[in-house]
């Protein structure tokens, strides 16, 4: 050991002991998931808690706080300063509450989100109005008090937790260049959207779906001797290192529903697998926060495998997985036009490429006003239906396929919504720049090969995990700051020309 | 919290934090052993022994000791005293050993079982002769530390830590009778026997086999709501409060040795299923020990099911599951002789319920002379095959199929052996028990009722945890002390009657 640095090896110590922790949390999670029998549910329940208590008081025991301050002292390379930098900043976002607080919002939380379950389907927004109203409440707090401690406005401070770093200035910015942009355009694209197509038609054998899955996820380059695809009623991505799980529910009426999903957690999974393995354990070594990790899905589901150029690869391997070869359909015309469909409506995550936004732009504005007190818990459903209105030109008929249909907010998650579509721009932003830099890199993508663009990301994010910000991340790849122009950009060229 | 028991609530705070880390590692472990994709295990590895380190840290940590001493002297209930008891029992075993003795321990046993790996299939004992010996050097030593903090010898610490409480001189006197007994009872089995007989002849698909493994499962009352059935190379039962996982490996040459590997398990998933709710996570609430575990496995798979009531039971829906019904040698009679076959035989793990104890005495033997230093490691390989010659009458032809079979040894697992078979004679002496109590017993099982077992089971033996000894439960239960006339009962009734 360094004796120049050795409040700083020792965080480092205590830093991975955590990480080895907080990875066992994250299999215990997939467990939960994808294998637990039901009747375990409440003995699970009761030991994540515990290990998240165990988590949160090595996080918080009290001589990290002076090795934090006699580190910031010690002679660092760049990498360690930004990994101090990572520590300081779980280290706030974990003690900065008082322990009262933290519980009263836990407890908030769940009986809030236990509400909703029943409210949702009910569309009966009253029942979740008091108890949405506390967790509003405690969250305003405890945005102001990590606001404090991180010097921040309080919804910044809310954001740093999914998006370290980002600013609601920047995110305003953006989203209104984008939300003048999208119903002018939408109306376009629905004028000049040819009749509906349908595509092939089921039913699609699981064992085909899944055999089909996996041979596209070797195609981007997944490496089975390090990860795993099973099913789980949420797709999600998760896993630890050299271990990256990946999930997928399926639909026999629809393969290229699962297929997409499949190809987009397959992007999440290529980012962790591509971390830097020195940094492994270390804050500095994990992935960059929910905005990137969202482009290195969509820059796989969205920009190359969502192209008629992948669609083209796609659909004989899809016809002869299904033992449907020389039937009509499986072409990428047919394809790319049932995948391109553009139709407002009222689900989120049922929302197409071109609408998404929207309902992100308008869950950003609704939960910053929440936050900020210029709205309340009772005017909700009223501002949802306007903003629906305004930004897809539809209103839904009540709150289930309104203001109820997100377990977000009703589950304390504020400062979580802006990342999905600051992900989209991401990945544009980052495929063109990809583009630049290799004029083949489409024609290879169309041909099944994905090297390029793989080893271009690692090069230019996954590699660099935590070290810089996102903003950086983006500038150093792309050659300026993010820029809704490039999404736009993107949208134009695949549903107008 | 009661004033009085300020102490010992802290240690019941303290000690269910642990339980869930505990429970969170068996979850882990039974994901590398079933689901975690190969490239994952060094950083597995090294996750585990993170984990591992924490639990030590926290079960060493220094207030722990002033709290046992300090909760001795509280006022405490029958189970509480007992917990209290177990809770010291772990501590001392967690903490008498200085902690470079148990890393020196801990390397040793690595270098020597990856020396082990080698030597085994080369049948090269010299290979493991100096890692042997630098194990069994340090496993002297922290015998000597336990023996010395525990008030018992050496080897009994050892024994403390799978089969609390119980010491060498009653395990001698058992082993002697049923020493003395084996060789001659063998032989007049093997004399008797009728000419090999085959039973039905596969192959039987291994989605055949698992159905009928999951169908027997419930017959013997696993509920699936609260456990699962799996693959791996080597079966074992694990798993959480509520969460019950075993595992079995198919051969398609032969269902009956899955199958009955299944119903093992599954003895020992009951059991942890079985124990008391209200003591979860606590010390006293945790199974008895291996031998008591043992005897769970073994009443279900040796005295239930292997004998021809249950087989006549099974035969008929075993045809049906291999879509065999009507062919010869699906019945109870071929089931039975097939199974019953009695060989002596080199490899443990591949003996029938004759000639096992022989091997698990000769191993006690042997493991009681190295750690008493009657016996050096240069001095094993003889040692073995004469104690071979007396026990079975075989000499193994070289020490792959001798000294070098299993990996207790040098991976540092002494004190193991002899639980095999207490668990054996305390599943003929539980089952006998049983039936006094319940005369129908055998005819129900040989019409698949299992609940009159289970129940039996659940009041004598699963219910009572850990509140108190192994002997106790078996007095208790039974009438008498552990008593290796009632294996040899059962023996004599199987294979001579």
Known sequence: MNTNTTAYSELERRFARMSHLGDAMALIGWDTQTMMPEGAAPARARMMASLR????????????????????????????????????????????????????????????????????????FARVRAPLAEVLRLTREIAKIKGQALGCAPYDALLDQYEPDSRAQRIDALFADLGAFLPGFLAEVTRRQPAAKSGPLGPFPIQSQRALGLAMMEVLGFDFHFGRLD??????????????????RYDEADFMRSLMGVLHETGHALYELGLPKDWRGQPVGRARGMGVHESQSLIMEMQACRAKGFLGFLAPRAAQAFARDGEAGWDAETLFAVSMRVQPSFIRTDADEVTYPAHVILRYRLEKALIGGELEVAG????????????????????RRGCLQDIHWYDGGFGYFPCYTLGAMTAAQLFQAARRAHPALESEIAAGKFATLVEWLRA?????????????????????????????????????S
């Open 53 to 124: 208590t165990q988590l949160h008081e090595m996080l918080t025991d009290p001589p990290v706080k002076g090795l934090l301050g006699a580190a910031e002292g010690e002679s660092l390379d760049e990498w360690r300063h930004a990994n101090l930098r990572e520590m300081r900043r779980d280290w706030v976002h974990a003690s900065a509450l008082p322990a009262s607080l933290v519980e009263a919002h836990s407890r908030a939380c769940s009986a809030c989100e236990q509400e909703w379950r029943q409210a949702r389907p009910a569309a009966d």
């Open 231 to 248: 099913e789980s009623r949420h797709p999600f991505s998760s896993g630890a290192p050299d271990d990256a799980r990946i999930t997928t």
């Open 460 to 496: 230019h994010v996954h590699g660099r995990a935590s070290s810089v910000s996102a903003d950086t991340i983006v500038r150093e790849a792309t050659g300026g700051p993010l820029d809704a122009e490039k999404f736009k950009t993107h949208l134009r060229h695949r549903y107008l």
């Open 380 to 399: 909700l459903p009223e501002a949802w239906n306007r903003g629906m209105r305004e930004l897809l030109g539809i209103v839904p008929p009540d709150d």
